[in-house]
């Protein structure tokens, strides 16, 4: 029970690694928001969790609109008095070469990866700054320095992210408000394996890829990934800020395909 009496939103619960990350936050006590597009998969997580006992609420945000992002943060506060940790997990990750993408295809990555997580930062900023506590954590990536072929645009976008880190943990550390970030390696979450299965792939080959590339010769889990968010989130870290956990197996992004 690590984050007990602990209020925490996640965006992108509805899937792959949030949803793996929103069961730990829960099953460590902490309240938890759940936010995603997607109302069937965020009532289905809702349901699994509070039979399980946790306290737990859907609410739907597409963090591409500002207004959603304000509103998921009120909410939370409005709902529990409070917002102790902002976990900004939902993102896309379309593979498309640099020489393709369009600026539909840009916009949509950028308003998704790093406006929505700016948007939902600052509104929980607003009353954590009242509060005099906080703890965000920004799920990162290998490709947020070169990003990987066909994955420019995303790249571009978890850079932005990056310093949004490193900004709100320089500028707001005053406030008792604390912003770190979790290098995803390679997690084979719902949204991996339908863009791997898209670029034509086959499983067979996708595990081969994964021995040859990952050092320790496995996929990450979003349990693995699950673990640093919660110590990142809990008061055990509470001297952690602007710090960079890698949870990466050893891999990096340079000769990764797609
Ligand atoms: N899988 C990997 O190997 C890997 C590696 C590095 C980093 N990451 C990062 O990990 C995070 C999660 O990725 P994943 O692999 O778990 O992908 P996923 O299975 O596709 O899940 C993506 C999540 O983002 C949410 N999302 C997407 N667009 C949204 C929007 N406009 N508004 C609100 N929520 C939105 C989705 O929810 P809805 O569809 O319900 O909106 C879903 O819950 C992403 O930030 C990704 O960049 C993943």
Redesign the pocket.
Known sequence: MRLEKKVIAI?????????GIARMLAKEGASVVL????GE??ALLESELKKKGADCCFIA????KVE?CRALIDKTVKKYGKIDGLV??????PCIPFEEVTEEMYDRVM???IK?AYFCTQQAVSYMKEQGYGSIVN?????WQTGGSGLSA?GVS?GGLHTLTEHIAHHYAPYGIRCNWV??????????L?RLLDLGMTEEEIAAQAKKEIPTGS??T?ED?AYACVYLLSDESRQVLGTDINVTGGFRSVGRIG
């Open positions: 965006t992108g619960a509805t899937s792959g690694i949030g949803k936010a995603g597009r997607n998969m965020g945000a597409d963090v591409q959603d900004n997990d939902a993102g896309i990750f308003d998704t990866n929505g799920i990162g990536s290998t490709h995303y978890k290098t995803v390696g390679w997690v084979m979450s719902e949204g991996e339908a996929f990450q979003a990934i």
